[in-house]
């Protein structure tokens, strides 16, 4: 059974940083496309990155290019968002999900609840 558990969101200053973790069980990381998808108040949901089963490609939106990375730890069966200089416009609860399938997309079939990050001075 898949479970998807996100971890690490809080509340940062604008430029702060935080580190989001998305625990998988059920399933190797490597083995399934993992997505980090955010859900601002009053806004659709949105792909912020993806992280590929096949080759491991990586995937960004054009709003967090530069400022966010992901990344996987085959050890410790997680995906994580490293986010860096961040900006109100960020605030949202941020996603993870996985799919078997290589790449990532509105559609993927296993979803995480949630965590909340909110940029705020």
């Known amino acids: 059974q898949v479970h998807l558990v996100e971890s690490g969101g809080g509340l940062v200053q604008p430029g702060g940083s935080l580190r989001l973790s998305c625990a998988a069980s059920g399933f190797t990381v490597g083995d399934y496309a993992v997505g980090w998808f955010r859900q601002a108040p009053g806004k659709k949901r949105e792909e912020v990155s993806c992280i590929s089963s096949s080759d491991g490609d990586t995937d960004y939106a054009n709003s967090v290019k530069g400022r966010f990375t992901i990344s996987r730890d085959y050890a410790k069966n997680t995906v994580y968002l490293q986010m860096h200089n961040l900006k109100f416009e960020d605030t949202a609860v941020y996603y993870c999900?996985?799919?078997?399938?290589?790449?990532?997309?509105?559609?993927?079939?296993?979803w995480g609840k949630g965590t909340l990050v909110t940029v705020s001075s």
């Open positions: 999900a996985a799919d078997p399938l290589p790449s990532c997309g509105p559609g993927m079939d296993y």
